[in-house]
C-alpha cells in the first residue's frame, strides 16, 4: 500500500516561517518526481514547487520564488518545503503528490502526471 503523509502545516504570522515535510512508502521513491501543489477556498490547485526523482532540478511558481526551497532525501524517502516570509496569499492546505512520468532527471508540473497524493496540511498565515 502507498502512503503519503504530510505535516508541519500550521497556524504563522506574516512574514514568518514553517517547513512542511511528506513521507512517502510503497513506492520506489526514487523513481518518483515529486512535487507540492495548495488550495485556498473556493480556488483551483496550484502547482507550488516541482523537484526530480534525484533531486537535481527544481522548479517554483513565480509568486514563491526566493522564499520556499523544497528539497528531498531519497535514502529517508522524505520531500520537504521550506517557506520562508510566508504571506497571507500562502494560506491554502498544501499537497504532497509522486509522479512516476518522466524519467529521474526530469521534474514533472501537470497535475494529471501525479499518480500519488497525500491528505494535506493546513497553512494558515495570520496579518
Known amino acids: 500500500e502507498v502512503q503519503v503523509v504530510e505535516s508541519g502545516g500550521g497556524l504563522v504570522q506574516a512574514g514568518g516561517s514553517l517547513r512542511l515535510s511528506c513521507v512517502v512508502s510503497?513506492?520506489?521513491?526514487?523513481?518518483?518526481?515529486m512535487g507540492w501543489f495548495r488550495q485556498a477556498p473556493g480556488k483551483e490547485r496550484e502547482g507550488v514547487s516541482f523537484?526530480?526523482?534525484?533531486?537535481?532540478?527544481?522548479r517554483y511558481v513565480d509568486s514563491v520564488k526566493g522564499r520556499f526551497t523544497i528539497s528531498r532525501d531519497n535514502t529517508e524517502r522524505t520531500l520537504s518545503l521550506q517557506m520562508h516570509n510566508l504571506t497571507t496569499e500562502d494560506t491554502a492546505t498544501y499537497y504532497c503528490?509522486?509522479?512516476?512520468?518522466?524519467?529521474?532527471?526530469?521534474?514533472?508540473?501537470?497535475?494529471?502526471?501525479?499518480?500519488?497524493w497525500g491528505q494535506g496540511t493546513q497553512v494558515t498565515v495570520s496579518s
Open positions: 503528490a509522486a509522479s512516476i512520468a518522466g524519467d529521474t532527471w526530469m521534474v514533472i508540473t501537470a497535475p494529471s502526471d501525479y499518480d500519488y
Open positions: 510503497g513506492l520506489n521513491f526514487k523513481n518518483y518526481a
Open positions: 523537484i526530480s526523482g534525484d533531486g537535481s532540478r527544481v
